[in-house]
């Protein structure tokens, strides 16, 4: 099916169900009850998931197939992002052509970086592509956004002002981003019980997009194309050896990486019409990292489960203060309750990237698969559960000699 074998199909099917039916898996307590902060079901996280899940995936197909590390896949985020909102600022609201020009400016601008970077391997690599992504943050921050030549506005951020020109807007479509009429925000409300599901265009707008890009991803870890970059991971010295030049094919993964970063960007601002610069600070290229490791480098759903197991505990766990630790230790004496508070408190708020961080070191010395890893072992473990007891069964049931 789709040119796919049964294996990568199944994993496709898997991820378009879990896509079309987040609103339902993301929101398992019911609306008012104590356990609701921990629902994740609303548009704007929803998107968040698939939409870093695109940037991660595009990530791991430069590092997890040749094992090029890059510090600045954030400059390709940001250049998307702002390359969207100027085409919502001088042409129209409509997010196809926006996406589609993030997409294209976000290839040239890797090509360009990767052409430089790419001389170097290594720590050396990295270094160059921090270097890109840092300069391509000042540049956006400050030197980009003098009043003679404002194409960023700086620390404010680039936005759509009701005196912009927007040359293809006409009169009836939304004033805010849309597909052909249909606004990003338009949301169906399903009320079942005490459940509340959201059901979000531009979430199922970014779905689609990610089950397209991630099709494309499985095409190209099993093409001769990805066999090419995994030898280059596995000994790019040997294969210099054999005559073959791998530089052409790091390069296409580099820029193909950097596409779906400023797809990821492009998305990022037809959802919100803002691009700032701090989507290119090296944090966020650090975020995604993380995310890749997290979920499992090489592996092709690996990045996107990273993706969201980092952005829930970003925003659910961020939200809980000492008044919900309060409630959650309410059962306990005064002393002990405050004890529990004191101790919990570091690690939720401000401070989840704490918690993040003992994770992510959890991960990497129990699990250095990512949470791929985790789950082929709780899947062996299943079966070999089942395994025996079969065998158990089969020989109480063998006649004695």
């Given at each position: 099916?789709?040119?796919?074998?049964?294996?990568?199909?199944?994993?496709?099917?898997?991820?378009?169900?879990?896509?079309?039916?987040?609103?339902?898996?993301?929101?398992?307590?019911?609306?008012?009850?104590?356990?609701?902060?921990?629902?994740?079901?609303?548009?704007?996280?929803?998107?968040?998931?698939?939409?870093?899940?695109?940037?991660?995936?595009?990530?791991?197909?430069?590092?997890?197939?040749?094992?090029?590390?890059?510090?600045?896949?954030?400059?390709?985020?940001?250049?998307?992002?702002?390359?969207?909102?100027?085409?919502?600022?001088?042409?129209?609201?409509?997010?196809?052509?926006?996406?589609?020009?993030?997409?294209?400016?976000?290839?040239?601008?890797?090509?360009?970086?990767?052409?430089?970077?790419?001389?170097?391997?290594?720590?050396?690599?990295?270094?160059?592509?921090?270097?890109?992504?840092?300069?391509?943050?000042?540049?956006?921050?400050?030197?980009?956004?003098?009043?003679?030549?404002?194409?960023?506005?700086?620390?404010?951020?680039?936005?759509?002002?009701?005196?912009?020109?927007?040359?293809?807007?006409?009169?009836?479509?939304?004033?805010?981003?849309?597909?052909?009429?249909?606004?990003?925000?338009?949301?169906?409300?399903?009320?079942?019980?005490?459940?509340?599901?959201?059901?979000?265009?531009?979430?199922?707008?970014?779905?689609?997009?990610?089950?397209?890009?991630?099709?494309?991803?499985?095409?190209?870890?099993?093409?001769?194309?990805?066999?090419?970059?995994?030898?280059?991971?596995?000994?790019?010295?040997?294969?210099?050896?054999?005559?073959?030049?791998?530089?052409?094919?790091?390069?296409?993964?580099?820029?193909?990486?950097?596409?779906?970063?400023?797809?990821?960007?492009?998305?990022?601002?037809?959802?919100?019409?803002?691009?700032?610069?701090?989507?290119?600070?090296?944090?966020?290229?650090g975020e995604?990292?993380?995310?890749?490791?997290?979920?499992?480098?090489g592996t092709?759903?690996?990045?996107?489960?990273?993706?969201?197991?980092?952005?829930?505990?970003?925003?659910?766990?961020?939200?809980?203060?000492?008044?919900?630790?309060?409630?959650?230790?309410?059962?306990?004496?005064?002393?002990?309750?405050?004890?529990?508070?004191?101790?919990?408190?570091?690690?939720?708020?401000?401070?989840?990237?704490?918690?993040?961080?003992?994770?992510?070191?959890?991960?990497?010395?129990?699990?250095p698969g990512?949470?791929?890893?985790?789950?082929?072992?709780?899947?062996?473990?299943?079966?070999?559960?089942?395994?025996?007891?079969?065998?158990?069964?089969?020989?109480?049931?063998?006649?004695?000699?």
């Amino acid at each position: 099916m789709l040119g796919l074998d049964k294996k990568d199909t199944t994993l496709l099917a898997v991820v378009a169900v879990l896509t079309l039916l987040a609103p339902f898996i993301l929101n398992p307590f019911p609306a008012g009850s104590a356990m609701a902060q921990f629902n994740a079901g609303y548009p704007d996280l929803m998107q968040r998931f698939v939409i870093f899940g695109i940037f991660a995936l595009g990530f791991n197909i430069l590092f997890g197939l040749t094992g090029y590390l890059s510090f600045g896949h954030a400059a390709f985020l940001g250049v998307g992002s702002y390359s969207a909102v100027w085409i919502f600022k001088l042409l129209t609201y409509n997010v196809i052509p926006a996406i589609a020009l993030a997409v294209v400016i976000a290839g040239l601008f890797s090509l360009f970086i990767g052409y430089i970077s790419l001389r170097r391997s290594g720590i050396y690599f990295s270094i160059l592509t921090l270097a890109f992504a840092q300069m391509s943050f000042a540049l956006a921050y400050s030197v980009l956004s003098n009043p003679k030549f404002n194409l960023t506005n700086g620390e404010t951020g680039l936005q759509v002002y009701a005196d912009d020109p927007q040359w293809l807007h006409r009169d009836g479509l939304p004033e805010l981003p849309h597909l052909f009429g249909l606004s990003m925000r338009s949301t169906y409300t399903l009320d079942l019980g005490a459940w509340s599901f959201d059901f979000n265009a531009g979430y199922y707008l970014c779905a689609a997009i990610l089950m397209v890009v991630f099709y494309l991803a499985i095409r190209i870890f099993r093409s001769p194309f990805g066999m090419m970059l995994r030898a280059v991971k596995s000994n790019q010295q040997r294969m210099n050896y054999t005559g073959l030049n791998a530089r052409p094919y790091t390069l296409a993964a580099f820029v193909i990486s950097g596409m779906y970063a400023g797809l990821a960007g492009g998305l990022m601002a037809a959802m919100d019409p803002l691009a700032g610069a701090e989507r290119m600070q090296w944090t966020a290229s650090g975020e995604v990292v993380l995310m890749t490791i997290l979920g499992g480098t090489g592996t092709l759903i690996g990045p996107v489960l990273g993706a969201g197991f980092i952005k829930y505990f970003e925003n659910i766990f961020s939200k809980i203060n000492d008044n919900v630790l309060h409630q959650w230790f309410a059962f306990l004496p005064d002393g002990m309750e405050d004890f529990m508070v004191f101790i919990v408190h570091p690690f939720i708020g401000k401070g989840w990237h704490l918690t993040l961080g003992i994770l992510f070191m959890l991960v990497v010395i129990f699990l250095p698969g990512g949470l791929v890893e985790g789950g082929q072992r709780i899947s062996a473990w299943l079966r070999g559960g089942r395994a025996r007891r079969e065998r158990r069964a089969a020989n109480k049931t063998e006649p004695a000699e």
